[in-house]
């Protein structure tokens, strides 16, 4: 089966800087699950993807505008330590420099801390990988149907997609 519209794929990566260094990996966990054609995974992703199979391995280069956008010059913002995703359980383990989840009118997204207060936390508001050119080394694990509730919800569920609670 083929990678198109309202699939849900399972994959591995590695995702690799210009230097060849590893940021990312897959391959130690449960693969990655998406929706195609749903905007649950980078574009130019997606479209690399599209027509591929299971056992299939590409590699794709993205420019930053292509993957996390270019860093933006004075993007601080400073925001409540409650409007982080899963805030309690960082509460105690803000560190300058961390990775943390904000809640968004658009979902979660990934800041840098800069400074952390009792009430409040400082960050950098770019994605940490934004300004940098990504090679995305992909294995397809599996490609499958959508079920009905995974279209409706407009995202893959069960193990390595999304959880209802």
């Known amino acids: 089966m083929q990678i198109s519209a309202n699939k849900v794929v399972s994959f591995h990566y590695n995702l690799i800087d210009v230097q060849g260094s590893t940021l990312e ?3 130690n966990a449960e693969p990655t699950v998406y929706l195609h054609g749903h905007s649950n995974l980078l574009a130019a992703l997606e479209e690399a993807m599209l027509g591929k199979s299971t056992g299939e391995k590409i590699s794709i280069t993205l420019k930053p505008e292509q993957a996390y956008g270019e860093r933006r010059d004075g993007a601080t913002q400073r925001i409540p330590i409650k409007h982080l995703h899963e805030y309690s359980a960082q509460k105690n ?3 300058i420099g961390a990775v943390v989840r904000v809640n968004t009118p658009n979902g979660p997204w990934e800041a840098i801390v800069l400074k952390v207060g009792k009430f409040n936390v400082d ?3 770019n994605h940490p990988l934004a300004g940098k050119t990504l090679t995305f080394d992909i294995e397809i694990v599996n490609v499958r149907d959508a079920t009905e509730e995974e279209l409706a919800h407009g995202h893959a569920h069960g193990v390595g997609g999304h ?3």
Do not use: G, M, N, Q
């Open 25 to 27: 990996s897959s391959h």
């Open 93 to 95: 383990k803000l560190k």
């Open 123 to 125: 960050i950098d508001s």
């Open 163 to 165: 959880h209802h609670d």
